[in-house]
């Protein structure tokens, strides 16, 4: 593949590189504020985060959601998904998103049951 | 016949023929795959993890009270460790893509200089995962684990967690461990921990301030903390053993299953990380004797390049699911 191959755009072409090195760079600085982030995020736990926003702390989905968007970055640009084909790159992507998506929502969905039967049925572990 | 049977001309012949399905090479198709299904190895074993984790929703440590170490520094620093070993994976994982981009112009020496640099990340990475197992093993408090199987902790009164050893009083027990070769030839138990439950209570007896943390998360997010009166009494009715660090059967920092994933997830990671580098290793020094050179071609640093991005994403995700939610 050619230099000149590479989509040196970001964040929809707000962003733009001269060269894929320099683009990598970007990246990693753009990863790493997002990684520092979260860091301190953890280590404060802001009280106004700790609210519950559709059954999660608003803190946890301020987590999953920079987690999925360190992933994309890493996707994409780290292993050039941005410059493959767009049909290979649903292959790739969308498959394993709703497979995990489905595994997801099936075992967690059980594991809160369970936990509601512990909680409320006969069973104690505090002896 | 002639209908039937493909005929071996270029058109026909994907791969070999000069025409590539999707514009993308066999070997770096396949690695792709790989990386797909893999991935739903680790998204498999992370959902376990998630499930565990709502089943014992309110008994699940928090990781800012297990994962405090930081190397040749004492005190309690979450997070701190995690970030760094975060931080290196990445850049490692830059190194490698600078080394791919390196390939594509050609250039030897640059492609040999990031990829020593990207082994060396991933060496200190591997480096930095045993010595975190190693905390986590060895453990730093010790614990009382109650008749049903929970863990008590024990704090002072400014709310920090305090060892067993600093407040122990010996009760000249002559308990030993039983090994095969002084008792029962065809049984034996494993070490036992430094105290009995008796040295323990009676040192709890003895220091006044001493309250208990349960294993219970309450309301703001942090594990209950009971009153004076209220330790006695859970430690003298419910207290049975002393926990000393973490294995697959005992844990000091909460439920055993916590340990059991701790162990799998992040061994199973740690794994891909040394295997990785071993790849990494085999393609340094195919670059080094010239052999990419020859072919024409550094498609097989990206190839790799790929699968040590992948284990970047997994620890990406390990980060978050471990360490932070």
């Known amino acids: 593949m050619a230099t000149d191959a590479h989509k040196l755009e970001i964040f929809r072409g707000l962003v733009k590189f001269k060269s894929n090195t320099q683009k990598i760079w970007g990246v990693l600085i753009f990863l790493s504020i997002v990684t520092a982030i979260e860091v301190v995020l953890g280590i404060y736990k802001p009280e106004i985060l700790m609210v519950e926003v559709l059954g999660m702390k608003a803190l946890n989905w301020i987590f999953i959601i920079l987690t999925l968007v360190k992933a994309y970055y890493i996707t994409w640009d780290f292993m050039h998904m941005r410059d493959e084909l767009p049909s290979f790159r649903r292959m790739i992507v969308w498959t394993g998103v709703f497979l995990i998506a489905y595994l997801m929502f099936i075992i967690l969905q059980e594991g809160g049951y369970i936990e509601h039967v512990f909680a409320t049925g006969f069973v104690k572990t505090d002896f | ?325």
């Open chain 2, 1 to 325: 016949m002639d209908t039937t049977v493909v005929k071996p001309s270029a058109e026909n012949k994907r791969w070999g023929g000069g025409t590539e399905p999707l514009k993308t090479s066999y070997g770096k198709m396949m690695m792709w795959f790989f990386i797909t299904s893999d991935a739903l190895t680790f998204a498999g074993f992370l959902a376990a993890y998630g499930f565990s984790r709502f089943k014992f929703a309110d008994s699940w440590p928090i990781a800012d009270n297990v994962f405090t170490h930081v190397p040749f520094i004492h005190g309690n620093y979450p997070m701190i460790f995690v970030a760094f070993m975060t931080f290196i994976l990445i850049m490692s994982s830059v190194t490698m893509v600078l080394a791919v981009d390196a390939g594509h112009h050609k250039n030897k020496a640059k492609v040999t200089l990031y990829m020593f640099l990207t082994i060396l990340g991933g060496l200190i990475f591997v480096g930095s995962q045993a010595y975190e197992w190693s905390t986590f093993i060895k453990g730093t408090y010790g614990a009382v684990a109650t008749n049903g199987g929970n863990i008590l902790h024990v704090m002072d009164g400014n709310g920090n967690q305090v060892a067993l050893k600093d407040f122990a009083i010996s009760q000249g027990s002559d308990r030993e461990q039983h090994i095969s070769r002084s008792g029962l030839w065809f049984t034996s138990e494993t070490a036992l921990p430094s105290y009995t439950f008796e040295e323990v209570l009676a040192g709890f007896k003895a220091n006044p301030e001493l309250v208990v943390r349960t294993t219970y998360t309450g309301e703001d997010g942090h594990k209950t903390m009971l009153s004076r009166s209220e330790s006695l009494r859970e430690l003298e009715t419910k207290g049975k053993t002393i926990v000393e660090g973490a294995n697959l059967k005992h844990n000091e920092y909460g439920p055993p299953l916590f340990a059991n994933y701790f162990f799998f997830i992040t061994g199973f990671h740690g794994f891909h990380v040394s295997i990785g580098i071993m790849l990494n290793i085999i393609i340094f020094f195919n670059v080094l004797i010239g052999t990419y050179e020859r072919r024409g071609s550094y498609e097989m640093v990206e190839k790799v390049g790929l699968y040590w991005h992948f284990v970047d994403l997994v620890w990406v995700f390990v980060f978050t699911f471990f360490y932070l939610v």
